[in-house]
T-cell receptor, first 114, second 114 residues
């Protein structure tokens, strides 16, 4: 069982919908991450939060809007997505974001855009 | 982060050792070698990391060449559950002060035959 919980596991939405992905961890980690993984490709970093502040945005389009309400919770708000945004969205956490610290991943939300 | 090169795929037999190679000829002195794996339908999972000396943990062993230009992840007795994509990633401890991104390459897809 993973210690990083992502909900929902699957999401189908139209291009005009607004939805949110949720990620939760209770390990006391202070760094949290969003990754995007297309089919048969490696994960790609989207955002990094460190101590609830956005520290890295890897040139992600504004239709993806991250939010970190507290140290245990990370959201990804979705609006006006395109079909090419269909992918597995992975959340991860680490103790403080230092490079030596392992990242713990959830099992992802599989997103399909109609 | 410096680049790594891994074979696209490898096969092994159950209960036999597996040696997964990784080349990183442009590694810098402050790059740590990390291994993650991703089982089907799951998020990536941290396996092991090291700098210069060989490392062992409950999951695997990491053998690092003396010149650090290559490394090998060793699974001592492969099980069917070890079938996954294995990623070798370099992480610079000096990167960005407090953030060290995980940059995933294509990895090696390991198949385990019963």
């Amino acid at each position: 069982d993973t210690e990083v919980t992502q909900t929902p596991k699957h999401l189908v939405m139209g291009m005009t919908n607004k939805k949110s992905l949720k990620c939760e961890q209770h390990m006391g980690h202070r760094a949290m991450y969003w990754y995007k993984q297309k089919a048969k490709k490696p994960p790609e970093l989207m955002f990094v939060y460190s101590y609830e502040k956005l520290s890295i945005n890897e040139s992600v389009p504004s239709r993806f809007s991250p939010e970190c309400p507290n140290s245990s919770l990370l959201n990804l708000h979705l609006h006006a997505l395109q079909p090419e945004d269909s992918a597995l969205y992975l959340c991860a956490s680490s103790r403080s974001g230092l490079p030596l610290q392992p990242q713990h991943f959830g099992d992802g939300t599989r997103l399909s855009i109609l | 982060d410096a680049k790594t090169t891994q074979p696209n795929s490898m096969e092994s037999n159950e209960e036999e050792p597996v040696h997964l190679p990784c080349n990183h000829s442009t590694i810098s002195g402050t790059d740590y070698i990390h291994w993650y794996r991703q089982l089907p339908s799951q998020g990536p999972e941290y396996v092991i990391h090291g700098l210069t000396s060989n490392v062992n943990n409950r999951m695997a062993s990491l053998a690092i060449a003396e010149d650090r230009k290559s490394s090998t992840l060793i699974l001592h007795r492969a099980t069917l559950r070890d079938a996954a994509v294995y990623y070798c990633i370099l992480r610079d401890v000096n990167y960005g002060g407090s953030q060290g991104n995980l940059i995933f390459g294509k990895g090696t897809k390991l198949s385990v035959k019963p």
